[in-house]
């Protein structure tokens, strides 16, 4: 797969130089597949230029979309969007929420539930497929002239976001990965995932796990990585967002990675597209521009949380996000408190509150651009229980 698959090109936009194609995925039950997509390469400022690059990978009811490879383009990256699910998507972006777009007849398998198709040989399972598209495409994307190939990222949204973690410890290409929404841990207790792995025989849904679950693969992923999620996300809980960040920050503690949490953020691909963390990571991995403030220490004892950061931009904000009861994370409430902020010293700190909870800080820069700690617990003492 790390080989260019054949092209097949469709047509090409002269307004934006973004390109309609289908190109060759691994076959199927016997039969060839292929992966419809659209990509575009800005114009070169030289002849012999080369620009950083960008996989886009959709989520559940979603597709290839042009718009999202023009976003990129405007900003400087070449891009890459593929459908992942047979669909071809000419002109109507519209339904971005939908699945309504038509089929065509080289797809592979169709996407059913939450690994659904366990049953199916590993070579016929939706996620097989869906992994090698995406492989294939960043393949497709280095073969192009005018590609920078040592600065080639991923990204992509809910069900994306699963497979760019997942990918983030599979292709050894990649320069950067950027999961929004979408972890690993989908087999826990507590969510949508978790009552699909539940449903399964013991023995299958463990063998799920070692094959699909992004937490088989992130502990060999040393790519930068940005994890971007709201607070109370409807599918992915802060719990096994959180334990996705750790496990990939604890095997590689110093490869600049981020989190980036967002009270109140919904889930969707207008929301997400919105947030410029995911751009202004990318640019400070491959274009040298400036970085997301960085986490140095997170001290919490005595009551107190005390956080030392650097940052290439004036910080302006430091708030904590204080849960006293976060057991339904739908529903969950995240109250906001201001911290004191140190600039001199680069250090934030404040007095936890007393009762039992769960919290995070958020640093925010001049540009808007949030970075946040991990989100830890305030356990209460023997004397807290005696009391209650």
């Avoid at 459908?83 to 929420?97: I, N, Q, S, Y």
């Avoid at 997942?166 to 290409?173: E, H, K, N, P, S």
């Avoid at 972890?183 to 025989?201: K, R």
């Avoid at 693969?217 to 990585?225: A, D, K, T, V």
Wanted: hydrophobic share 40%; proline share 6%.
């Amino acid at each position: 797969m790390f080989k260019a698959p054949r092209l097949y090109p469709v047509s090409e936009d002269q307004h934006t130089g973004v390109h309609a194609c289908f190109y060759e995925g691994v076959s199927y039950k016997g039969r060839a597949t292929r992966i419809f997509g659209y990509y575009g390469i800005p114009r070169p400022v030289s002849p012999n230029e080369e620009v950083p690059a960008v996989i886009l990978v959709h989520g559940g009811a979603g597709t290839a979309f042009s718009s999202w490879v023009k976003e990129w383009m405007a900003r400087g990256y070449a891009a890459i969007a593929m459908d992942l699910e047979g669909h071809v998507p000419f002109g109507d972006e519209e339904h971005t929420e939908r699945m309504e777009w038509p089929s065509h007849s080289w797809s592979g398998p169709e996407k059913q539930g939450v690994f659904a198709d366990y049953e199916q040989p590993v070579e016929d399972q939706w996620m097989y497929h869906a992994v090698a598209a995406v492989i294939l495409a960043h393949s497709l994307l280095r073969s192009f002239p005018g590609v920078d190939k040592q600065s080639i990222g991923i990204t992509g949204i809910s069900w994306g976001g699963i497979i760019t973690s997942l990918v983030a410890g599979l292709d050894t290409r990649l320069s950067f990965a950027m999961p929004v929404y979408g972890c690993g841990y989908l087999h826990e207790p507590g969510s949508y995932y978790g009552l699909s792995f539940a449903s399964m025989p013991e023995a299958e849904a463990e063998r799920v796990r070692l094959l699909w679950d992004p937490s088989t693969f992130l502990s060999e992923s040393r790519l930068p990585m940005l994890w971007l999620n709201g607070s109370n996300d409807t599918h992915f809980p802060l719990t096994i967002f959180n334990k996705s960040f750790e496990q990939h920050l604890e095997c590689h503690p110093n490869n600049n990675s981020r989190l980036s949490l967002h009270p109140g953020l919904g889930h969707s691909y207008k929301e997400a597209w919105a947030c410029e963390e995911v751009f202004a990571f990318a640019d400070s991995i491959v274009k040298v521009k400036a970085a997301l403030i960085e986490i140095c220490e997170e001290k919490h004892e005595d009551g107190w949380f005390v956080v030392r950061y650097d940052s290439c931009l004036p910080v302006l904000e430091a708030n904590l996000y204080w849960c006293v009861d976060d057991r339904n994370w739908r529903t969950a409430r995240w109250e906001s408190i201001p911290a004191s902020l140190d600039t001199t010293n680069c250090k934030a700190l404040i007095r936890l509150p007393q009762h039992g909870s769960s919290f995070f800080m958020n640093l925010r820069n001049e540009m808007g651009w949030i970075t946040s700690t991990r989100v830890m617990r305030n356990e209460r003492t023997a004397e807290d229980k005696i009391i209650e």
